[in-house]
């Protein structure tokens, strides 16, 4: 069993920074595949990022490349989201995952095992 505790949401400007964090528990962190996703009122819950056990290959969506970087301390066991330039459009909650190693989408929620409770990111105009 894998638990998270997201921490770092809160209320920011458009063009304004945030950074989440995700702490992990209850397993070797390094052996996670560790990501982040948003829930949106429409389309429901979006993959955002995800990043390998060893940290060696990240993965984004589209709608944050060049603006959210993706990164983790091991020794730490800790997930981080560093989030620039950020847009009205990002307002929503934002929920850590986990999964052990495997050949499965790191883009696909199902694929996720463990979740985190979820950090409110709200962006005014």
């Known amino acids: 069993q894998v638990q998270l505790v997201e921490s770092g949401g809160g209320l920011v400007q458009a063009g304004g920074s945030l950074r989440l964090s995700c702490t992990a528990s209850?397993?070797?962190?390094?052996?996670?595949?560790m990501g982040w996703f948003r829930q949106d009122p429409e389309k429901g819950r979006l993959f955002v990022a995800a990043?390998?056990?060893?940290?060696?290959?990240?993965h984004a969506a589209d709608f944050v490349k060049g603006r959210f970087t993706l990164s983790r301390d091991n020794a730490k066991n800790t997930l981080y989201l560093q989030m620039n330039s950020l847009k009205p459009d990002d307002t929503a909650v934002y929920y850590c995952a986990a999964r052990p190693a495997s050949t499965g989408s790191v883009y696909s929620m199902s694929e996720y095992i463990y979740w985190g409770q979820g950090t409110q990111v709200t962006v005014s105009s």
């Open positions: 990043i390998s056990g060893s940290g060696i290959s990240t």
């Open positions: 209850g397993r070797t962190f390094s052996s996670l595949t």
